[in-house]
């Protein structure tokens, strides 16, 4: 009897014995991933932080959508992904940042392609078989899921973050899957978030930057914009000793035209004015309403020959212009201009501008509707 019970005891020691080192590893596992989940939030906060402040200091949008590109891989290893962004005319979304093979959305979609555009909130699908899914996403063989989130500004849907979710813990417990989930979804909405208030930031200060250097009738940039923009290619062409053209030009008789049809008639003239500057300018031109009725066009690396050139296919082309007004065509009118570059004409903005207004004076006085070079100085 006493070995019986010494051997019950023995096999009940041994019992208890197990099942404490199951607990102390199952503890120690819990441990372990815990510690495991506490290094990967703050790998990401540092990432966050890291891209917060990069995207603080772009300069555009391109910069911006670098950014974005390369820390969400590294935000989200194991998911394809995309940020989409929502067209100015808000008539289409378009794929900035794509990563992961096969892509894992159109590029181009329509807004109502996406619930969560629709909704304003994001939508996610556990089961690609049973639940709405959006039209713009690409099923991924090994996906297992989706979501969309809506980067906002304001109330202003700026796009969308999109995740697919791949099964690289299919393996895990159900438990351990689904808190991986849910800390999937809680980095979504905190990257969507900081993407969105940045991109608004940006376009909100693109729009004030717009405002304060172009003329609201014409679209042209404005004197201020321009005086600083000659300064600048000024400086530049002497420091290459390059060459530089103006152009200042001046509507003909736009007093008459006002007093005759209206201001709203002059100010359709001055706007068609505007448009055959945009059309005739080379992308590094800069053309700008100097005021009232006179313009000025900026021609960075133009000689004079050419700068001279430019001015007579804009006055002839503006001799033939007509405008609608009130359902009828009217005369644009005819422009005088005058001609001065560096270096031939000073090498001061002060200089340039003074010798290219003396110019369009002369043409003025010898019958408008005309070029005219400014004097050599010296």
């Known amino acids: 009897l006493i070995l019986v019970l010494a051997v019950f005891a023995f096999v009940v020691g041994i019992f208890y014995l197990r099942r404490g080192r ?22 990401d906060m540092t990432l966050l932080s890291d891209m917060a402040q990069l995207l603080l200091a772009s300069r555009n949008m ?3 959508y670098t950014v974005i590109g390369q820390d969400l891989q590294h935000l989200f290893p194991h998911e394809s992904g995309a940020v989409c962004v929502v067209s100015p005319s808000r008539n289409f979304v378009e794929a900035i940042v794509l990563w992961g093979e096969p892509p894992p959305t159109q590029r181009v979609f329509a807004p109502d392609d996406c619930w969560a555009l629709r909704r304003g909130q994001m939508h996610v699908v556990s089961d690609v078989h049973s639940e709405a899914l959006c039209k713009h996403v690409n099923q991924l063989p090994q996906s297992v899921g989706y979501l969309c989130m809506p980067m906002l500004a304001q109330t202003e849907a700026l796009g969308i973050l999109h995740l697919q979710m791949t099964p690289y813990m299919l393996d895990q ?10 800390s999937t979804q809680r980095l979504a909405v905190t990257v969507a978030a900081q993407i969105g208030l940045a991109l608004g930031n940006m376009k909100l200060s693109e729009a004030l930057r717009i405002q304060s250097t172009r003329d ?3 679209g042209l940039f404005n004197r201020r914009y321009m ?4 300064e600048r290619e000024l400086r530049r062409a002497v420091r290459k000793q390059g060459q530089l053209g103006v152009i200042m030009l001046d509507l003909d008789h736009f007093k008459r035209l006002n007093d005759t049809f209206g201001h709203e008639a002059g100010d359709m003239v001055l706007r068609a004015l505007g448009d055959s500057l ?3 300018v080379r992308g590094s031109d800069i053309a700008c309403r100097y005021g009232g009725e006179e313009f000025t066009l900026i021609l960075p690396d133009a000689p004079l ?3 001279l050139q430019r001015a007579e296919q804009l006055c002839a082309k503006f001799r033939h212009l007509e405008v609608m007004y009130q359902s009828r065509s009217m005369p644009a009118g005819t422009l005088s201009l005058g001609v001065a570059g560096f270096p031939e004409h000073g090498s001061t903005v002060e200089d340039i501008l003074r ?11 010898d019958g408008r509707d005309r070029v005219m070079v400014a004097g050599t100085v010296g």
Request: proline content about 2%; charged content about 40%.
């Open 173 to 182: 417990p159900e438990r351990i899957r689904d808190l991986e989930m849910e």
């Open 227 to 230: 005086e600083e923009s000659l």
């Open 278 to 280: 945009q059309e005739l």
């Open 305 to 307: 020959t050419v700068t």
């Open 355 to 365: 010798a290219a207004d003396d110019a369009l004076y002369r043409a003025k006085h």
């Open 216 to 218: 609201v009738l014409t």
């Open 22 to 43: 199951t607990r102390a590893e199952q503890a120690l596992g819990k441990s372990e991933a815990k510690l495991i989940q506490i290094e990967q939030r703050i790998r």
């Open 62 to 64: 391109e910069e911006a």
